[in-house]
């Protein structure tokens, strides 16, 4: 009897983590659809030399501590991404709360083929310090 | 024997339903003395990121895609950019097909600025022509594209357009429209390109 109270208890607390993965995950792609796709494209690919893609890009990759403040308060002035210079200023969404950027930075960061690593709201706090 | 009639018959048919449907002129038409007269683009003149004038001259002879646009316009503009670019790669060696995209925001994209846009798009004149111009003159030629092209502090960027590409034929006629932001339509827009060029460059001797 314990057993199958345990075993019971255990498949609720799975279908919660579930689906609160998928969730979060389809939370990040809600927030990306409503404030980036419009300029980085539903494939993430950008718009030739004006705006840099999202998917395979090294930048990302690279400059990961940076996403909160690019993310939060944008970025100007030449940048280079998988070999090419971009220099096109992108205006920050300040209105993001500090778990939705790290919902957004998980949604980009395993999109498209990308392989990046997963972050939470405390490490986004933490880079915002940083920011210029 | 009867049996090849009707089969010739069948092969006749189901080849007339392959074949596609002429592009009809879709500007309002009146008849004059017998014949269908149809409103045309009117003249313009505007000034391209070479600072070069564009008019109804340099699209002479040749068929070419309108739409609105600005260069910080945060919405729909760089999907659409996107669209165009795809049209622009498509018939770039073809130098019947041209194109030109007005910035609706003239006090901001100024000749340089266009430069700078034209060159991030990785594209160049006469091919694509980026235009400013007399606002007045920019606004109202948006009519004649069956485009909306008005000044909206409410909306994102200060402008309210739409994101139609517009394809003229050699008359001034429009021929074909699509959404500039929906995949699927410029793929059916740039058949009908195809499609005119046949169609305008067969007649003509």
């Given amino acids: 009897m314990r057993q199958y109270l345990l075993l019971i208890i255990l498949f609720f607390i799975s279908i919660v983590f ?8 389809s939370d990040g792609k809600y927030l990306y659809e409503t404030h980036c796709q ?7 690919i950008g718009l030739r030399g004006l705006i840099p893609p999202l998917a395979g890009s090294d930048y990302l990759k690279n400059n990961y501590e940076k996403l909160p403040c690019i993310i939060l308060l944008g970025v100007e002035g030449e940048m280079i991404v998988n070999g090419k210079t971009y220099n096109q200023p992108m205006a ?5 709360g500090t778990m939705d ?30 920011c210029e | 024997m009867r049996n090849i009639l009707f089969f010739s018959l069948i092969c ?22 017998g014949k269908m007269v149809h409103e045309r683009i009117r003249d313009f003149s505007f000034t391209n990121q070479d600072s070069v004038e564009v008019t109804n001259k ?13 260069t910080t316009c945060p919405s729909i503009c760089p999907t659409t950019s996107l669209h165009m670019g795809r049209i622009y790669d498509k018939f770039l060696e073809d130098d019947r097909v041209r194109m030109i995209s007005h910035s609706i925001d003239v006090r901001t994209d100024s000749v340089p600025i266009l430069k700078r846009y034209a060159e991030g798009l990785e594209i ?6 980026l235009v400013t111009g007399n606002e007045e003159e920019i606004l109202s030629i948006a009519y004649d594209y069956f485009s909306n092209a008005l000044k909206d502090k409410t909306a994102p960027g200060g402008f309210d357009h739409d994101d139609l590409l517009v394809l003229i034929d050699t008359n001034r ?19 009908d390109i195809e499609y005119l060029l046949k169609s305008e460059y067969s007649q003509k001797k």
């Fill in chain 1, 18 to 25: 579930l689906t609160d993965c998928k969730n979060s995950f």
């Fill in chain 1, 101 to 130: 950027v790290a919902l957004l930075i998980n949604y980009i960061n395993h999109q498209w083929g990308n392989d990046g690593k997963y972050t939470d709201f405390r490490e986004v706090e933490a880079n915002l310090q940083k």
């Fill in chain 2, 58 to 70: 340099t699209f002479a002879g040749k068929i070419y895609v309108s739409n609105n646009f600005f």
């Fill in chain 2, 173 to 191: 006629h429009i021929r074909s429209i699509c959404h500039g932001t929906d995949p699927a339509d410029v793929d059916r827009f740039m058949k």
């Fill in chain 2, 12 to 33: 006749l048919f189901l080849t007339s339903c392959v074949e596609r449907q002429p592009l009809k002129i879709l500007n309002r038409g009146e008849e004059v003395n």
């Fill in chain 1, 38 to 44: 419009s300029c980085h494209m539903p494939d993430g």
């Fill in chain 1, 92 to 96: 920050g969404i300040p209105e993001l």
């Fill in chain 2, 124 to 129: 160049e004149a006469p091919k694509w022509n």
